[in-house]
């Protein structure tokens, strides 16, 4: 499962005040969230003063792909799958993929060539994230 997470901690500014720094990350192969808290404690120990604010299962089914440089970010990309079920109905299904890109160009792009890997799916939206990265 994908579970995402938010942790506070104070970090020392450039003037060497104290300021309260907020940080969300995608947890990803957790399975409880007892796991998450503890994956994110542990990745996080050395920091000053830090708590786990919140931790929630992701709406993500996937992460598309990895971080290839230090400039990419997050982007959640919403794919609809259309189908007919055995009444004749069109259905609708949607869901949501992480993926890591330079621009919002090149996140399309990258969600284009995902959805284009054999699956019938159109692209419905694509947003930029404050998420830092995946654990």
Known sequence: MIYEGTIQYIAVDKN????????????KD???????ETKLTYEFAPLTALDVTAIRKSQLKE???GRESDDEQIYIATLQDV???DEGNEKYIEY???LFALSMDDAYAKTKA???Q???LSIVGIRKTK???VL
């Open 118 to 120: 054999g699956y019938d």
């Open 16 to 27: 060497g005040n104290d300021k309260s720094v907020t940080a969300r990350y995608i947890l």
């Open 63 to 65: 992460i598309v792909n």
């Open 131 to 133: 998420l830092i990265d």
């Open 114 to 116: 995902q959805v284009q």
């Open 83 to 85: 189908f007919t079920d």
């Open 96 to 98: 949501k993929v992480a």
């Open 30 to 36: 957790i399975d409880t969230f007892t796991e998450a």
